[in-house]
């Protein structure tokens, strides 16, 4: 499975911003499929992830509200809608496929993935 990130960027405080993730080659191995970030020095944070077979999200507390996570079953596309961006939100977004079922608390762990993406860069102007 190949995951292509794309849609970062330079936005204003405030702003929005939709980040999309192409699954290709086998993505019938698909089980779940997650949005991570990772800002300098710190260590990649889980934000949403999304049941590949039944398009259910789930989000952690706290990140639900601003961040809204969807899938394009025809595109085998997961996207992640963002609004009212802080600086503090700027980070590499990246996305992540699982190939097994896990408990639900194990998808914050990014030791749940097989598959990574490059990653996206997402700059937030104050």
């Known amino acids: 499975v190949q995951l292509q990130a794309s849609g970062g960027g330079l936005v204003q405080t405030g702003g929005p911003l939709r980040l999309s993730c192409v699954a290709s080659?086998?993505?019938?191995?698909?089980?779940?499929m997650s949005w991570f970030r990772q800002a300098p020095g710190k260590e990649r944070e889980f934000l949403a992830g999304?049941?590949?077979?039944?398009?259910?999200?789930w989000y952690p507390d706290g990140v639900k509200g601003r961040f809204t996570i969807s899938k394009d079953s025809a595109q085998d596309t997961v996207y992640l809608q963002m609004n009212n961006l802080h600086p503090e939100d700027a980070a590499i977004y990246y996305c992540?496929?699982?190939?097994?079922?896990?408990?639900?608390?194990?998808?914050?762990?990014?030791?749940?993935?097989?598959?990574w993406g490059q990653g996206t860069q997402v700059t937030v102007s104050s």
């Open positions: 992540a496929a699982a190939r097994l079922f896990r408990p639900r608390s194990d998808w914050r762990s990014t030791k749940a993935y097989d598959y």
């Open positions: 080659g086998g993505t019938s191995n698909i089980y779940f």
């Open positions: 999304v049941y590949w077979g039944s398009g259910a999200a």
